[in-house]
């Protein structure tokens, strides 16, 4: 950090605590060229996500909100609630690496699907059958496949699939729908 007196590039951290009820951590400087003393905030950058639902409303993202419905997804599946959390805050991160302020709901959605295909395939099938609203059994048939064919090269670890493996296939995926 530089001197703000001096430019100078050395500066010694004195004092360092947490401030604003743990939201930040102030730290006390000294740069060790001018002698000068100066105070650095340290916080987390929170910008905030607007989420555009189907109905074009836009909400602001909550990773509660997010957490709650993947954990209805894994509800009694064996998965530890550190991975869980962990897998939450991999989505989350994708989408501020996306860089948008604006982010679709069913983008928020693809994002679930590729965690739970390799966390978990019970659960991508239930997360599955919410998100995209299947209204016959023949959508659930293509998700099965779609978990099948998912172990891929470059797919994600989804190799611990306790799936049917005869899993009908009767109705193939329409041309142009997207895996990813
Ligand atoms: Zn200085």
Redesign the pocket.
Known sequence: MR??????ET?QVKDSRPTDENQAIRRRRV??????RFTTFERVQLREILVIKRSGRRVPFDREKLSRSVEVALRKRPIQPERIERMVSGIVRQLESMGEQEVASQAVGALVMEALKGLDPVAYVRFASVYRDFREAADFHEVLSEIAEGAGPGGSAGRRSGLPSDAPAERRPEAGERKH
């Open positions: 001197c703000p007196y001096c430019s100078g500066t740069c060790e060229d001018c002698g000068g």
